[in-house]
T-cell receptor
Framework: GDSVTQMEGPVTLSEEAFLTINCTYT??????LFWYVQYPGEGLQLLLK?????DKGSNKGFEATYRKETTSFHLEKGSVQVSDSAVYFC??????????????FGKGTLLTVNP | SQTIHQWPATLVQPVGSPLSLECTVE??????LYWYRQAAGRGLQLLFY??????ISSEVPQNLSASRPQDRQFILSSKKLLLSDSGFYLC???????????FGPGTRLTVT
């Protein structure tokens, strides 16, 4: 079945540091890929997405590139801020068969950014 | 624009008591609706999804149930809560055939 593996962290960085959160996936066919962010006590917000190979999703300074050859969708940001402290989830949506109704999530990565 | 509401925001219930959590979506018609649980940490578990009124699919067998009495209303219920039901419950919606899901603010349930 489909699965998503992401570094569990926690990740602790200083403000303005470079961020990478690794995400790899297993899926049949060509899934769509997502990053969601969850701030403390809140629901999940879609951060960015990519629907086909080599697409780059970007939002709020975050970027992720859909790499089919390495089945990866790593999240990056060049300079993090304290306000980026949150839990980040990588997810995929299968585009094949009867599984395209649901998202498969990784376990989440807690990011803490210190001033 | 579309919005999704969940209530209550927090709930403390004793073991063995019933449960009813409600989710409503505004600004869209015939959405796919989802209930997730996030327990003791950060992972998300899909509990139920619905593609239309009265159509419920369960992903994980447990003492919870879901109903969709109206197009944009999704209810999560239990007749008798267990300690293990504690967690953060998230409702989500998706346009039929769309890519991404949009999440509500969540309900924090503590079973004592």
């Amino acid at each position: 079945g489909d699965s998503v593996t992401q570094m569990e962290g926690p990740v602790t960085l200083s403000e303005e540091a470079f961020l990478t959160i690794n995400c790899t996936y297993t899926a049949t066919g060509y899934p769509s890929l997502f990053w969601y962010v969850q701030y403390p006590g809140e629901g999940l917000q879609l951060l960015l997405k990519a629907t086909k190979a080599d697409d780059k999703g970007s939002n709020k300074g975050f970027e992720a590139t859909y790499r089919k050859e390495t089945t990866s969708f790593h999240l990056e940001k060049g300079s993090v801020q304290v306000s980026d402290s949150a839990v980040y989830f990588c997810a995929l949506r299968s585009n094949s068969g009867g599984s395209n109704y649901k998202l498969t999530f990784g376990k989440g990565t807690l990011l803490t950014v210190n001033p | 624009s579309q919005t999704i509401h969940q209530w209550p925001a927090t709930l403390v219930q004793p073991v063995g008591s019933p449960l009813s959590l409600e989710c409503t979506v505004e600004g869209t018609s015939n959405p796919n609706l989802y209930w997730y649980r996030q327990a003791a940490g950060r992972g998300l578990q899909l509990l139920f999804y619905s593609v239309g009124i009265g159509q419920i699919s369960s992903e994980v067998p447990q003492n919870l149930s879901a109903s969709r009495p109206q197009d944009r209303q999704f209810i999560l219920s239990s007749k008798k809560l267990l300690l293990s039901d504690s967690g953060f419950y998230l409702c989500a919606w998706r346009v039929q055939g769309g890519y991404e899901q949009y999440f509500g603010p969540g309900t924090r349930l503590t079973v004592t």
